[in-house]
């Protein structure tokens, strides 16, 4: 098993920059693919990031290239999502994932383990 759990949202302005964590227990993952999704108000749950733990490639989804970077520490097992410029849009809940499979996922049904998610809430 594999315990997640996210943090860094909050309630800021549109324009700053936030950095969500999530911190990975348990098992070993050395060949686990993480991955950030969002889920905005009244939206359905949208692939964000990803990353391949193993060797560090990252994936994002088109709109948010620039402005997000996905990253991971191996000592610390936490996994970390920068984004900057913040719009209101990008008000939601953030959760992290991690997949099994050592290979770029986006669907939600590929990850097996779930974190319970972290609120950004961002003010024009």
């Known amino acids: 098993q594999v315990q997640l759990v996210e943090s860094g949202g909050g309630l800021v302005q549109a324009g700053v920059s936030l950095r969500l964590s999530c911190a990975a227990s348990?098992?070993?993952?050395?060949?686990?693919?993480m991955g950030w999704f969002r889920q905005g108000p009244g939206k359905e749950r949208e692939f964000v990031a990803g990353i391949s733990w193993s060797v560090g490639s990252t994936y994002y989804q088109d709109s948010l290239k620039g402005r997000f970077t996905i990253s991971r520490d191996k000592a610390k097992k936490t996994v970390y999502l920068q984004m900057n410029s913040l719009k209101p849009e990008d008000t939601a809940v953030y959760s992290c994932?991690?997949?099994?499979?050592?290979?770029?996922?986006?669907?939600?049904?590929?990850?097996?383990?779930w974190g319970p998610g972290t609120q950004v809430t961002v003010s024009s």
């Open positions: 994932a991690a997949s099994r499979s050592a290979y770029y996922q986006y669907t939600q049904s590929s990850y097996d383990y």
């Open positions: 348990g098992r070993t993952f050395s060949s686990y693919f």
